[in-house]
């Protein structure tokens, strides 16, 4: 894509400048890579432009072709075309130069559950990559639906800008199941009315290339049959980050991310259960130094729930009783391998929700990481899991009775189901947040 021109500069002349301008019609291949899948459930890539087969990235559009004789030799050479980009405090960096949508729209987050609350929030983004271009944007529902706002308009001046909108969408009295809300923005572009639909997730790292990777622009929403923990109030303290918050507050509680203040001399009794984020004991010193208060929350009553954790959690030191987390822990990353429960009708299992081996259908990716070896008989394990070929694994999620309160280890890969709105997650979320009397 481009023009052919040629440039003749005099012997002595290290290097020649040529301008040219190069038009890029309407159909050119928007940047992102030559394969991808629908979501993280397809085990495979589909390949959608063969040219770039086996690369690590598809071929560049625009690229120049410098033709060199050297004494009556020809040597040819294509590259990229590229420019310089500001990259402060460290000076700039070379980008090639990639074709982009006039408009990138998206909207987050990309599943949505509806649990607690009948109608849900979303975020709806527009970014323009011309200056001086007017556009709507808005979603399509399904019949019945509402949202609100229902359409936004804006007039960008300059590429690079952004509007973002909070829009709220409220599905139909008693409904349940699975429904979708596209994104759509709308411009006139070039004379010609045109609609965008995708938008971009940016791959930014200073020592690579830059990569963007087409996302389109929907939300999927789904029902989940799990009981509301309105009212319940919850302290999370984050580890290397996650999105068990946002699931926290889907299912009705408040949410409040504890810092250090808040492990030092904060009143944990001000919540109902205190959540340890994963990996959280690996790069929360604060959380280590002030593990104690933790146990000490739970024999008051309190409900501690400590999400998988990697060996600097040492629950023979930091658990209100002594369990192994070695080295090479245990995991299952099989996302369908065979689960067993060990106690029914134990309460973590049988309120409020009856978790089942139906609630461990359609996970992702695997079922847990880092199970504990062997532990205190004051724990209970409350399930078996195991890939092809292990050993059946019990360390995957234990609870045990703390004075008046619970301690919790979960194992169970919940940081990776919640954000793709797996149902039995949710429900399971719900049981181990749930309010209980003394003991139980």
């Known amino acids: 894509m481009g023009a052919d021109s040629a ?54 559009d625009l690229r120049a072709r410098v033709d060199l004789r050297v004494d009556g030799a020809e040597i040819s050479r294509t590259v990229a075309v590229t420019g310089s980009v500001p990259r402060l405090p460290h000076g700039s960096i070379t980008r090639r130069v990639d074709v982009l949508p006039a408009l990138a729209v998206s909207v987050s987050p990309a599943v949505r559950v509806v649990a607690a609350a009948k109608e849900v929030e979303v975020v709806l983004r527009v970014e323009s990559n011309l200056p001086d271009v007017s556009a709507e944007a808005g979603l399509e529902l399904p019949t019945g639906w509402t949202a609100s706002p229902p359409s936004i308009r804006h007039h960008f001046r300059s590429r690079g800008e952004v509007v973002e909108t909070v829009v709220t ?54 029902s989940v049959a799990a009981a509301s923990l309105d009212g319940v109030v919850v302290g999370y303290a984050m ?60 024999r008051r009553g309190g409900n501690v729930v400590v999400l998988y954790q990697t060996q600097e959690f040492v629950p023979a030191e930091m658990a209100p009783h002594p369990a192994t987390l070695p080295p090479g822990a245990q995991e299952v990353s099989e996302e369908d391998a065979p689960v067993r429960l060990l106690a029914p009708s134990h309460p973590m299992l049988a309120t409020p929700n009856r978790i089942t081996e139906a609630d461990f259908n359609g996970w992702l990716e695997q079922r847990g990481s880092k199970f504990f070896a062997d532990w205190d008989p004051a724990y209970t394990p409350l399930v078996e899991i195991h890939d092809t070929g292990q050993a059946p694994q019990e360390g995957i999620w234990l609870t045990a009775t703390v004075g008046a309160g619970r301690y919790s280890y979960v194992a169970l890969a919940l940081h990776r189901q919640l954000p793709y709105g797996v149902p039995g997650a949710y429900r399971i979320l719900s049981n181990l947040l749930w309010p209980r009397p003394p003991g139980r």
Do not use: C, M
Not at 9 to 32: F, S, T, Y
Not at 43 to 52: E, I, P
Not at 261 to 288: C, F, K, M, N, P
């Open 169 to 222: 969408i409220t599905p139909p009295d008693a409904w349940s199941g699975e429904a979708v809300a596209d994104a759509v923005a709308r411009a006139n572009v070039a004379g010609n009315l045109r609609e965008y639909r995708t938008g971009y997730q940016v791959i930014d790292h200073r020592d690579l290339p830059l990569a963007r990777l087409r996302v389109p622009a929907h939300t999927a929403i789904r």
């Open 7 to 60: 440039i003749d500069p005099p012997v002595d002349q290290a290097a020649a400048v040529h301008q040219l301008a190069i038009r890029i019609p309407p159909d050119a291949k928007i940047a992102g890579p030559y394969f991808g899948r629908a979501g993280p459930a397809e085990n495979h890539y589909r390949v959608t432009d063969s040219a770039g087969l086996h690369l690590p990235w598809r071929k560049p």
């Open 239 to 298: 580890g290397v980050g996650d999105e068990v918050p946002a699931a926290i507050e889907a299912l009705g509680a408040s949410v409040h991310l504890l810092d250090e203040s808040d492990l030092t001399g904060g009143d944990l009794d001000a919540y109902d259960a205190v959540v340890i984020g994963t990996r959280a004991y690996a790069v929360r010193r604060d959380l280590v130094e002030n593990n104690q208060r933790l146990i000490d929350y739970a």
